[in-house]
């Protein structure tokens, strides 16, 4: 589990050289910039002096805004913004990137803002122009990442219980609705959806059936296969050795992590959540094929 | 003047090329132009950022981060639905430097982007 993601906005920053400031080098300003984004800040870099129209500064939800500059005059320390966001002011003469870091985190701490970072902000993006809202990402995701709005439609509610690097949720999605913005590969990076994507997501309902819990029925078939062979030897070792590269095989071919892959949810267990999901669902749709079916 | 310009460094995963949004991220501080610059889409997106609101209500949004559908997707899970006629997608995750930075103009938000190059 990580850590849980809060409304509170990190301190804003502003990298003034309007009116009033003095131009920074070149060099100077894309290091500051680049070390603040790498610590997690928002940075807005103006020359223009005071800018209008939507998005131009601060928004409702910031309250605290640093603004930095290169000052002709000595600006107030603190002031407030027509939002109503304290306003504070600290000069860059004489600061490098790494003094500037220090400098922010100072004003950060002061105001009591959310230390940013801490997080990969790993979790599932559904794609509504796809989702067919049948639940089965809910039904399937051990860590209850995804629940029902008001209007019965899926969506994620609880992006920090995501497990990290695992999408297997996106795995069992028939229609490639489901993404993942960081991961490695297309269409789950949110690369467009094309034929061959589209063919292969056709055995989704195998690997999907498999998730859910044909797996213990193939590792059970493989494992006692493999103790019917075994038994002569008397050699249960390489049945369970058979058994982890069995397991090992599909991670790898799913990009599951392992440890995700055992801790899945039994069949009844999973049946038990779609059969919760689909009364909470606005069109409702089985989650494990019918006996025989898979 | 409502035409914004936002770029995402990505900050906390390797998602997207490091080059890539270094040598973008220097043209943009080079350029001389206005613009907003975000550590981590995702992280604001999942943190329902107020600030996702005032980029999607912007005339023209550029927006220089990763695939469309991903980005389309993370504002509209902020309760921002981004209007496809007013913003344009620069994706630093299939285009090179040269062709975002071309596609920028120089740092000017309202140039036009090359045909084919918008990921």
Redesign the interface.
């Known amino acids: 589990m990580s850590a849980s993601v809060t409304a509170r906005s990190p301190l804003l920053v502003v990298l003034y050289e309007g009116a009033g400031a003095m131009p920074l080098d070149a060099a100077a300003r894309f290091e500051i910039t680049r070390t603040l984004l790498e610590k997690g800040y928002r940075v807005i870099a103006t020359r223009a002096g005071r800018r209008s129209g939507p998005g131009a500064g601060p928004t409702p939800g910031e309250r605290q805004v640093l603004v930095l500059g290169r000052f002709t005059n000595a600006p107030p320390a603190e002031a407030v913004a027509g939002t109503g966001a304290a306003v504070h002011f600290r000069s860059l003469d004489g600061v490098d990137a790494a003094g500037v870091v220090a400098l922010v985190e100072g004003v950060g701490g002061e105001s009591q803002t959310q230390k940013p970072g801490g997080w990969k902000p790993w979790f599932p993006v559904i794609d509504y122009s796809r989702c067919t809202n049948c639940m089965q990402c809910l039904s399937f995701c051990l860590f209850d990442v995804y629940g029902v709005s008001k209007d019965k439609q899926i969506e994620v509610q609880r992006q920090s219980n995501c497990k990290t690097d695992c999408p297997a949720c996106s795995r069992v999605c028939p229609e490639v609705a489901i993404l993942f913005p960081k991961y490695k590969a297309g269409p789950i990076n949110g690369d467009e959806v094309n034929a061959v994507d589209l063919e292969r997501e056709k055995m989704k309902v195998d690997i999907s059936a498999l998730l859910g819990g044909d797996i213990y029925a193939a590792l059970r078939q493989r494992s006692q296969h493999a103790n019917s062979r075994f038994a002569r030897e008397r050699d249960d070792q390489r049945a369970l050795e058979e058994r982890k590269k069995c397991l090992a095989k599909l991670q790898a071919a799913l990009d599951i992590p392992a440890e995700v892959m055992n801790a899945l949810p039994s069949v009844d267990a999973i049946r038990e959540k779609a059969e919760r999901a689909g009364s909470q669902a606005a069109t409702p749709t089985p989650l494990v094929p019918a006996e025989g079916q898979a | 003047?409502?035409t914004?310009l936002l770029y995402c460094?990505?900050?906390?995963?390797q998602?997207v090329p490091r080059p890539v949004k270094?040598d973008v991220?220097?043209a943009?501080?080079?350029s001389?132009a206005?613009?907003?610059?975000?550590?981590?889409?995702?992280?604001?997106?999942?943190?329902?950022?107020?600030?996702l609101?005032?980029?999607a209500?912007?005339?023209h949004?550029t927006c220089v981060a990763?695939?469309?559908?991903?980005?389309r997707?993370?504002f509209?899970?902020a309760g921002a639905p981004l209007d496809e006629a007013r913003v344009r997608f620069l994706n630093m995750?299939?285009q090179t430097a040269e062709e975002i930075v071309a596609a920028l103009g120089g740092g000017d938000p309202g140039a036009p982007v090359p045909q084919g190059s918008a990921g």
């Open positions: 003047m409502a914004r460094h990505c900050a906390f995963a998602a270094q991220l220097r943009l501080t080079d001389g206005d613009f907003d610059a975000v550590a981590d889409l995702c992280e604001m997106s999942a943190r329902k950022d107020p600030a609101a005032e980029f209500r912007a005339e949004l990763c695939y469309p559908r991903a980005v997707w993370l509209s899970a995750r299939a």
